[in-house]
Nanobody, 125 residues
Framework: QVQLVESGGGLVQAGGSLRLSCVASRRTFSDYTMAWFRQAPGKEREFVAGIIWSDISTNYADSVKGRFTISRDSAKNTVYLQMDSLKPEDTAVYYC??????????????????WGQGTQVTVSP
C-alpha cells in the first residue's frame, strides 16, 4: 500500500508562484512513475505533469509547459511541483498520484493506482 500526502496549496495572485509537495510512504519508488493531476469545479481530472522516478524523465501538459516543473527527492521520498507564472485558470484541487510502472509517463487517470487527498490551489486575477 502506498500513501501520498500533498501540501503547499493556497491562495496566490496571478503571476505568483507556489510549490506543492507530495510525501510518499513507500521505501523506494525506483519502479514507479509519479504525477500531478488537477480538477477544477465541474471539470474532469486532468494530467498536469509526471516524472519517472528512476531516470527522471518528465512529461507536461501543454497548458503548463514552461511554467511548471516537476521534480523528486529520493532521500525524502517526495515529489514536488513548482508552479510559476500562475494564472486564474490554474485554480483547481491538485492531486499527487503514483503508477507502479516506470516505462512511460502516462497521462490517463486509469494508469495511476494510488492517489493523495488533494490540495487546493486558488489563483486570483
Amino acid at each position: 500500500q502506498v500513501q501520498l500526502v500533498e501540501s503547499g496549496g493556497g491562495l496566490v495572485q496571478a503571476g505568483g508562484s507556489l510549490r506543492l509537495s507530495c510525501v510518499a510512504s513507500r521505501r523506494t519508488f525506483s519502479d514507479y512513475t509519479m504525477a500531478w493531476f488537477r480538477q477544477a469545479p465541474g471539470k474532469e481530472r486532468e494530467f498536469v505533469a509526471g516524472i519517472i522516478w528512476s531516470d527522471i524523465s518528465t512529461n507536461y501538459a501543454d497548458s503548463v509547459k514552461g511554467r511548471f516543473t516537476i521534480s523528486r527527492d529520493s532521500a525524502k521520498n517526495t515529489v514536488y511541483l513548482q508552479m510559476d507564472s500562475l494564472k486564474p485558470e490554474d485554480t483547481a484541487v491538485y492531486y499527487c498520484a503514483a503508477n507502479p510502472y516506470s516505462g512511460s509517463v502516462y497521462t490517463g487517470t486509469r494508469h495511476y493506482h494510488y492517489w493523495g487527498q488533494g490540495t487546493q490551489v486558488t489563483v486570483s486575477p
